[in-house]
């Protein structure tokens, strides 16, 4: 069984400064990581993707993530974070030895960013 | 422009009664899926289909019926024997079913009980 574990509810940050959200998850095989956001009232919408390769990858908005296996997380970063960037954000993973691989998403993170 | 479209944005239920959210994709996608969003627990898929006219159940399909009678619609029915219907509804497309496919989203539907 695969399942994903976002540990913090809410991330508070000040504008102009790094964001980090983090993500932990567990697969019975290789795993295809995925970060999505949410704005309120609004559906989710995809900021980037892990599925093999190099383990840092870049995504939508000046978001990315690294993928580290020893540690199986998954966690977005942004470098310099913008008061727009308050949003609900969801990891999700999909294990590549399913034969329908249906995402495990978590249960998400407020990010609140003050100006 | 191409995307997915879910109707009502907002739908009231009465008790007893079954109601019908609606989701149309133009994207051409084989795959569609129906999510349920409640608060703090992230979002759980309720069904599936990969193909018109099959579709699977999800982790929570008690309660729900689908339909795939055509590619770009996958309405969702929540029935009277769903006792907690209050939550956000999502409806997802993708390309095709394979691990390396991400998800496109609609808007959401949320249903509450009147």
């Known amino acids: 069984a695969q399942s994903v574990a976002q540990p913090e509810d809410q991330v508070n940050v000040a504008e102009g400064n790094p964001l980090t959200v983090k993500c932990t998850y567990s697969v019975s095989g290789n795993p295809y990581l995925f970060w999505y956001v949410q704005y309120p009232n609004r559906g989710l919408q995809f900021l980037l993707k892990y599925i093999t390769g190099d383990n840092l990858v870049k995504g939508s908005y000046g978001f990315e993530a690294e993928f580290n296996k020893s540690q199986t997380s998954f966690h977005l970063k942004k470098p310099s974070a913008l008061v727009s960037d308050s949003a609900l954000y969801f990891c999700a993973v999909r294990d590549a030895t399913d034969s329908w691989g249906k995402f495990q998403f978590g249960a998400g993170t407020q990010v609140v960013v003050t100006p | 422009d191409g995307g997915i479209t879910q109707s009502p944005k907002y739908l009231f239920r009465k008790e007893g009664q079954n109601v019908t959210l609606s989701c149309e994709q133009n994207l051409n996608h084989d795959a569609m899926y129906w999510y349920r969003q409640d608060p703090g627990q992230g979002l759980r898929l309720i069904y599936y289909s990969q193909i018109v006219n099959d579709f699977q159940k999800g982790d929570i399909a008690e309660g729900y019926s689908v339909s795939r009678e055509k590619k770009e619609s996958f309405p969702l029915t929540v029935t009277s024997a769903q006792k907690n219907p209050t939550a956000f509804y999502l409806c997802?497309?993708?390309?095709?079913?394979?691990?390396?496919?991400?998800?496109?989203f609609g808007s959401g539907t949320q249903l509450s009980v009147l």
């Open positions: 997802a497309s993708s390309i095709g079913t394979t691990e390396r496919e991400k998800l496109f």
